[in-house]
């Protein structure tokens, strides 16, 4: 007999960050997949991350959403067919706009998204319902980024590549904590850094694990990058670093820009004090930039989530276009975006203030998207942003609501409001992939299966403006189905048929590109015209493409397919190969690639913008601006001495829906925590390890505490991830001040003043169980997801007798209790058995001997233990003579931090190289190098 065949590996990209790393999924059969990283992707080239590599253990089912459910009188969700929910949501959009117009209505989305989806979505509100109510939470993301290119470059532009990042002789990093949040392309720089002697400085008021690898730190003050941004335009100007011919042929507004910039920050020793910083520390960066031919300047949410981050991007902007440095190899600056396809939802218009396909809302671009739609009804304003957006349907004058594949209960600043906001929807529906998350919990009158990722099939725009197609490895489980044909059919019910029809995404993918050729002479940068017509297949077989991809490129048209099976790729034609003379793409009739995008466009697969000028304004020239003098608009005062940060950890990825399910990933952070400088801490009499209440005008939060002596005095850090489904009181953005940016409309997500006290918890503890389990009110627990069940670490004043009195409860009926009780020590544990397999623990202790549990957790994860190894169990000791590992740093190898001290402490010259062969950590994903370089540097220092 044959043995059988191995289902084919399927190349997709991974769901999480804007690095847009291609992946390889190989299905096991059994509804998983083996994830790897897929060498041919040009994002990534085959690494891939701690979370990206983790994605084969979040492929479960458990918790999923699969059945369309609608909330019946009594508040009860129960089951429906997807007809009577469809109709639900259509009728209730109907009636909704018939009495109360079209702005009463809005769709909140999300960067998780597919193009495809987006774009359906995108198409319906402002196309056929005529309301431009529809954001994203790519506005909490980079939405600063797109105002800052388009005040610069007249359009959403990234001028640059990720080659630039290995061609660069200096990356500055502003605002971005690369290595957790885009380790991939970290990786990338710090290879250049090896490969090439690159300089690299990190521009951060957090000392973060992506300062392991600069030459240069400047730990800036809060909210003054514009400062230090002007004082470079400064320098540069008076060191004779412009580029003058570059400013007169291409630009306007340069003398206007660097008489404000004079008044921010008229010489070094002015920037070095409005930023805090060191003179000497400022004049270095001034001259390695001023002398640096090859520059580019990488700008992520600290410059974006901000109430000035419009005014810093263009600050940032402002100082390459003065030398440049822009559209070169290895120069410009860069945003990169936070979600997997942020680009993506920016080229459907999904932005309130964007129409569709990088067109906005001049009588020209609507009239001509109005006929591209056939859409009479079509909307001629922008929207609501997001803030305005939930104020709105907190006034009542927003009363249908559809949010799909997002969180907006845990994400949006003062998450509380927007959470009782949404109680108030007459209706309110919600895209999922999950049964349950804060936003289901705030009241979803109707809740619609989504496909998830593996599942769902379409494409996703990376950083660089490279597509790539996600592609389903999975069948679609229960009910659920892809975005874009949930939002077709409320439209088809809603009278829009025509409209409406799409077979396949393909289908849509095609009309989304023939919109963005729709008319593009010379105006627009977005041009998919060279891809528009993909047949099936050749969609299917796509390989990354990177935009621009006029029809005018010669070979931008697909060649027929050589193979149509599996997931085999076509490759696209590489560019450029415009002939002289052919027909006008985005930046000029008539002109060649190299015309288009400069002198130093390459044939080397990247297209890079405005070397050679050509921006997307009414002269082609881009714009300087001008920006507003920084300042924190809240002061911080008696009350709130400090400042409220917010951010993410390595392993984990916005609420965790995803990423919280792996047990790898959840081991590097598993509790929400406040870092703060120890002085602080001494002031607020807080301890390390022990915890504290973090208090703002809009919310509190319990957390963990942890000394960092690489947080300024001052300022306070707290992780977004966790809420109310994984966490007692750790819903951060509930603290979050709402100020906008006025460009924008992105909210200050770094600057909210706050206070901090001390919580005191007499006991400490844990839980592991195989079902989910809840802990009584007044205890304070974080979820954690461990290999077979899940785990709660917990704190309480309940004595030890009381959770005794729980334990039954805990592991439910059916089970033996075997337990060990220190009555005068204080100490309760206990473990449930069934069939001589461990259904659970629960260790409870005094809090200054918090009982360690890696060696429950490993019995746990066995399941049936030996006989010496179930009579060890209540010692909290291993069996097998396993330590505990303490807080996990490499997530691939499972290395924790005390073996990683201890593996150092036995050897004299001990360094990144060293602990990698003794302890494999570092090695594979490469993600906690930068961890492992300050374990070795912290050591070396105490010695
Ligand atoms: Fe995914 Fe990591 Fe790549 Fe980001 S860097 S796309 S999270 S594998």
């Known amino acids: 007999m044959n043995a059988p065949v191995p289902p084919p590996a399927v190349r997709t990209t991974c769901p999480y960050c804007g690095v847009g790393c291609g992946l390889t999924a190989k299905p096991d059969g059994r509804g998983g997949a083996e994830i790897a990283g897929d060498p041919s992707h040009p994002a990534n080239f085959g690494r891939v991350c701690s979370k990206g590599s983790a994605l084969g253990e979040t492929l479960g089912l458990g918790g999923r959403l699969l059945h369309p459910m609608v909330r019946q009188p009594g508040g009860a969700l129960a089951r429906v067919d ?118 690299i400085v990190v521009i951060d008021p957090r000392r973060t694990a992506t300062a392991e690898e600069a030459d240069l730190v400047l730990a800036i003050a809060p909210g003054m990058d514009t400062a230090l941004f002007c004082g470079l335009l400064v320098h540069l100007a008076e060191t004779g670093a412009l580029d003058d011919a570059y400013i007169s042929a291409h630009t306007k507004g340069f003398a206007a820009a660097l008489a404000r910039a004079r008044e921010i920050a008229p010489d070094l020793a002015t920037t070095a004090a409005v930023t805090s910083l060191a003179q000497a520390e400022v004049a270095r960066f001034f001259d390695l930039f001023a002398t640096t031919r090859r520059v580019v300047t990488c700008f992520s949410q600290g410059v974006n989530q901000s109430a000035q981050g419009t005014d810093k991007v263009n600050a940032i902007i402002n100082c390459h276009l003065a030398t440049g440095r822009i559209g070169r190899p290895g120069t410009g600056p860069f945003s990169l975006t936070g979600q997997p396809n942020a680009m993506g939802g920016r080229e459907v218009g999904g932005l309130a203030n964007q129409l569709a396909a990088h067109m906005g809302f001049t009588p020209a671009d609507v009239d001509r998207v109005r006929r591209f739609w056939n859409a009479p009804r079509i909307v001629q304003r922008e929207g609501l942003k997001a ?25 949006l600043p003062r998450a509380g409001a927007v959470r009782a906001a949404l109680k108030q929807l007459d209706l309110f529906v919600v895209s999922e992939n999950v049964l349950a998350n804060d936003t289901v919990d705030a009241g979803a009158h109707v809740l619609l299966p989504a496909a998830a990722w593996g599942e769902k099939d379409g494409t996703v725009t990376n950083s660089e403006r490279r597509i790539s197609r996600q592609r389903a490895f999975l069948p679609l489980p229960g009910k659920a189905m892809p975005d874009w044909w949930i939002v077709c059919e409320v439209a088809k019910r809603m009278g829009f048929a025509d409209a409406f029809s799409f077979p396949s995404a393909a289908a849509i993918f095609r009309e989304h590109a023939a919109l963005s050729a729709f008319e593009n002479e010379e105006d627009r940068d977005f041009d998919l015209g060279g891809i528009a017509d993909l047949s099936e297949a050749q969609y299917a077989a796509l390989d990354p493409v990177q935009w621009p991809v006029p029809s005018s490129f010669e070979g931008g048209r697909q060649p027929p397919p050589q193979r149509l099976t599996g997931n085999e790729a076509v490759r696209l034609p590489t560019l450029p190969a415009a002939p002289p003379g052919s027909s006008p793409g985005c930046a000029g009739g008539g002109e060649s690639a190299a015309q288009r995008f400069g002198p130093d466009f390459q044939d080397d697969g990247n297209r890079r913008f405005f070397a050679a000028g050509g921006f997307f304004t009414s002269d082609r020239k881009a714009r300087f601006i ?110 979050v001040m709402a100020d906008t940016d006025p460009f924008s409309g992105q909210p200050e997500a770094k600057a909210t003043p706050a206070a901090v006290a001390p919580v005191a918890f007499r006991f400490r503890g844990f839980a592991v169980t195989r079902a989910t389990a809840e802990l009584p009110p007044g205890t304070w627990w974080a979820r954690v997801a461990l290999a077979g069940g899940a785990g709660l670490l917990l704190a309480t004043n309940d004595e030890p007798p009381v959770w005794r009195t729980r334990a039954n409860d805990l592991f439910g009926p059916g089970v033996e209790l075997a337990e060990y009780v220190d009555e005068p020590s204080h100490v309760y544990r206990v473990a449930a058995f069934a069939d001589g397999r461990l259904e659970g623990c629960l260790f409870v202790g005094p809090a200054e001997a918090a009982p360690p549990w890696d060696a429950v957790k490993a019995s746990f994860a066995a399941g049936t233990l030996a006989p010496h190894a179930r009579r060890m169990l209540l010692s909290g000791r291993s069996a097998q003579g396993l330590v505990e590992a303490g807080p996990l740093v490499c997530t691939c190898f499972g290395v924790g931090l005390k073996a990683i001290r201890d593996a150092i402490a036995t050897r004299a010259t001990a360094n990144v190289e060293d602990i990698g062969r003794a302890l494999k950590a570092g090695t594979n994903c490469g993600s906690c190098l930068p961890e492992l370089k300050r374990i070795v540097n912290e050591r070396a220092a105490t010695v």
């Open 82 to 199: 997807w007809s009577a929910a469809l109709d639900r949501v259509a009728d209730g959009f109907h009636r909704i706009i018939a009495r109360d117009g079209p702005e009463a209505v809005a769709f909140y989305l999300s960067g998780q998204l597919l193009t495809e989806d987006y774009y359906i979505a995108n198409k319906l509100m402002k196309g056929f319902i005529g309301s431009a109510n529809v954001d994203t939470n790519s506005r909490l993301c980079m939405a600063s980024s797109v105002a800052g290119h388009c005040r610069a470059f007249g359009a959403d532009t990234v001028p640059g590549t990720y080659g630039d990042l290995d061609e660069a002789d200096l990356i500055v990093l502003v605002g971005s904590n690369a290595a957790w949040c885009h380790p991939v392309l970290f990786q990338r720089m710090v290879a250049n850094k090896r490969a090439r002697a690159a300089g």
């Open 387 to 411: 803030v305005a957006m939930f104020d709105a349907i907190a006034r009542g004058e927003i009363k249908a609501l559809w949010v799909m594949a997002t969180n907006p209960a845990v994400s």
């Open 626 to 735: 001008a920006p507003a003098a920084p300042a924190l608009k809240a002061a911080v005062n008696n009350q709130f001495p400090l400042r409220l940060n917010t951010g993410r950890v390595r392993d984990q990825w916005h609420t965790m829906t995803r990423s919280g399910t792996s047990p790898r990933l959840s081991a590097h952070c598993p509790e929400p925590f406040v870092a703060l400088h120890p002085a602080d801490a001494a002031t607020a009499n807080l301890v390390d390890g022990g915890f504290a209440i973090v208090a703002t005008r809009y919310g509190a939060c319990v957390l963990k505490v942890v000394f960092d002596r690489d947080q300024q005095p001052g300022s306070l850090f707290v992780p977004i991830h966790w809420s109310d489904a994984t966490a007692s009181a750790a819903r951060v953005c509930d603290l």
